[in-house]
């Protein structure tokens, strides 16, 4: 789903969203999941929400993700992101 974003192929992000939102009705879905298909659209507001919720779950792997994807750079100027990066012990 993140490549399908990345390369301009919203429908089918959106209809990922639609699929694992149903899916996470009778399993655990990670926020992660979600995660991954916001940041490959480059929609802030809803990367950033998921972040949070990501980092609220305790995914252990999102201190490595957020430190080495590049796709995040657009966030670093947003003080909700370099407030997260400071709650995951990290320089923002």
Request: proline fraction near 4%; include cysteine.
């Amino acid at each position: 789903g993140h490549i399908y974003g990345k390369c301009g192929m919203s429908e089918r992000v959106e209809e990922l969203v639609i699929e694992l939102t149903h899916r996470s009705r009778e399993e655990y879905v990670s926020a992660f999941c979600f995660l991954a298909l916001y940041t490959g659209l480059g929609d802030m507001e809803r990367t950033l929400k998921w972040l949070e919720k990501t980092h609220e779950e305790g995914f252990a792997p999102l201190l490595f993700w957020v430190t080495l994807k590049p796709d995040l750079d657009l966030f670093h100027d947003d003080p909700r992101f370099q407030d997260l990066l400071l709650r995951m012990n990290l320089e923002p």
